[in-house]
């Protein structure tokens, strides 16, 4: 128990690391790292994140027996919280940024943003219900819950798409994760066919 403790500790310092040292640049070298750096990385890193946790279930039903393949399974709902803590952590920069109300429902209904707004709302209760005790409140309606996470990622992936200074990378990263889609969804079906 001690070990899988210390080994959950050490893995949220792993996930943790990147966001500290974008508040550490950010607070110290403002000059340098200002606030089109800090959005946009954090942005990036709760799309790549996001993106780890999907890819779990393919390598789940590719290597079920392997030890790394476990403990990525394990850890699959870590992967998604982080994720979910970057983004709020993006919209809580660009919400600092605005500083007023007015400003914020400005912009609240264009694509870019909404997308956004919706993304997060959708990943809220995911975030919520990403732990043992609402596993086990929710039973199989826990599942069903967090297949929200599908069109979650549509949303979050289109608000990086049309926000971005240059959406190349974006289109990159949407077909990167349409390939894990598909992995998974081929694997899934030859698996009930099998």
Known sequence: MKDILHSRLLHWLGLSL???WML??????PEDYGY?????????????LLMVTLFVTPIRLLFRKRPWA????????DFGVASFVYAAGHTIIY???????????EDFFAAEFLTGWL???????LALTSNDIAVRALKRSWKRLHRLVYPATILAFVHWALSAYDPMTAYIHIGVL?????????????????
């Not at 550490?24 to 070298?29: A, K, M, P, S």
């Not at 476990?70 to 709902?77: C, E, P, S």
């Open 18 to 20: 990147p966001g500290l």
């Open 24 to 29: 550490y640049r950010w607070f110290v070298r």
């Open 36 to 48: 089109g750096h800090i959005i946009a990385d954090s942005g990036d890193w709760a799309a790549w």
């Open 70 to 77: 476990i403990w990525l399974m394990r850890r699959r709902r």
């Open 95 to 105: 919400l600092a940024r605005k500083s007023s109300i007015d400003a914020i429902f």
């Open 119 to 125: 993304a997060l709302a959708l990943f809220l209760p």
């Open 178 to 194: 349409a390939a894990i889609e598909f992995v998974r969804v081929w694997l899934q079906i030859r698996q009930r066919v099998t």
